[in-house]
């Protein structure tokens, strides 16, 4: 179980790189006089996307606490 608590940080760590770069992706486009708005939305759509998968395996990873 440990390996699997493991696995899964490394990929929160991976999905917080790619989060991260679309963000500045999403910047640089915004920043253009004439940007596709469609790409926009796709890269915003895809950023939502990993910050919600991110949150599910921050779930994952925090142990149950007993009531």
């Known amino acids: 179980m ?3 608590l493991h696995s899964i940080g490394r990929r929160i760590i ?3 790189i790619e989060h991260r770069d679309l963000d ?3 910047d ?3 920043e253009e006089d ?3 708005e469609l790409q926009l939305r796709r890269l915003k ?3 939502l996307k990993i910050k919600d ?3 599910l ?3 994952q990873q925090t142990p149950d606490t007993p009531a």
């Open 2 to 4: 440990e390996d699997n």
């Open 14 to 16: 991976e999905l917080q």
């Open 24 to 26: 500045y992706l999403v």
């Open 28 to 30: 640089k486009l915004m």
């Open 34 to 36: 004439n940007y596709d």
């Open 45 to 47: 759509k895809r950023r």
């Open 53 to 55: 998968t991110i949150t």
């Open 57 to 59: 395996l921050q779930l």
